[in-house]
C-alpha cells in the first residue's frame, strides 16, 4: 500500500511540469488562426484543470 501511494504521488509530481510547459505554450503562441487559437485556449483550460486535480490527489494521498 505504501508503495502504491508513493508511485501515485510520484505520478503527480512528475507531471505537473509537463502540464505546465502546456499551459505556457498554449498561451504564448501567437496565432491568427481562429481554430487554432481555440485549440490552444482549450488546451490550457484542460491543463489547469488536471493540475488542480493532481494537487487535489497530492492532497489526498499525503492524508492517508
Known sequence: LHSL???QRQMCIRDSPHHSTAILTSERAQLSDPEVKALAQKIAKT???EITEM???LK???DQ
Open 60 to 62: 489526498k494521498v499525503a
Open 47 to 49: 491543463q489547469r484543470e
Open 55 to 57: 494537487k487535489r490527489l
Open 5 to 7: 501511494r508513493r508511485r
